[in-house]
């Protein structure tokens, strides 16, 4: 009888270790596909180049969440929808990037992308990014929120 609970407690120790590698080697895999993929141009802290027309993700990219046009553009715009990762390292990476370089701003409701949606919404091309991402600002900045 102790043995059994022992060995319980042992699985529970072990299946929590497990999770949290787990946890740690998704975190490790997402960041890089970010700086592999989209640090480029966004820098590795997402501050981008407004300058030169990259804006800043950085701590107002979860803004777009609000809306679900706002929550398509992040996939949509060429610079996620045309790289060469595919639908779950997508998902995946965003969902790890929100927190990231925009943790105050991702809304506590937030449900996290999955790879179907990605499938979904990348079969959709985006034909004007910068004035979709008009569209999407000006209701936001309706709303109160503040974004570059
Ligand atoms: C070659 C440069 C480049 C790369 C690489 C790039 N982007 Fe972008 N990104 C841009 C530009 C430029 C914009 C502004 C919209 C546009 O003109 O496409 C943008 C806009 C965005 C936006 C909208 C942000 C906003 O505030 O409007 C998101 C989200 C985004 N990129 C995500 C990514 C992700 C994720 C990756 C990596 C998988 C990535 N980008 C790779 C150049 C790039």
Redo the contacts with the bound molecule.
């Keep these: 009888m102790r043995r059994r609970a022992l060995g319980w407690i042992w699985g529970l120790m072990l299946g929590a270790l497990g999770a949290s590698a787990l946890a740690a080697n998704s975190d490790a895999r997402n960041r890089t596909n970010?700086l592999l993929?989209?640090s480029?141009?966004?820098q590795p802290n997402g501050d981008g180049r407004p300058d030169s027309?990259?804006?800043?993700?950085s701590g107002?990219?979860g803004h777009?969440l609000r809306l679900p046009e706002g929550r398509a553009?992040?996939v949509q715009?060429?610079?996620?929808s045309q790289?060469s990762?595919g639908d779950a390292d997508?998902a995946a990476?965003?969902n790890w990037?929100l927190y990231a370089i925009s943790r105050n701003e991702v809304p506590a409701d937030f449900v996290p992308y999955t790879t179907d949606e990605v499938t979904r919404l990348r079969a959709v091309p985006l034909n004007d990014?910068?004035h979709t991402?008009q569209l999407v600002v000006e209701k936001l900045r309706a709303q109160g929120f503040k974004l570059d």
């Design positions: 970010y993929h989209c480029g141009c966004h027309g990259i804006p800043r993700m107002q990219v777009f553009f992040l715009v060429p610079g996620t790289s990762l997508t990476m965003l990037m990014a910068p991402r």
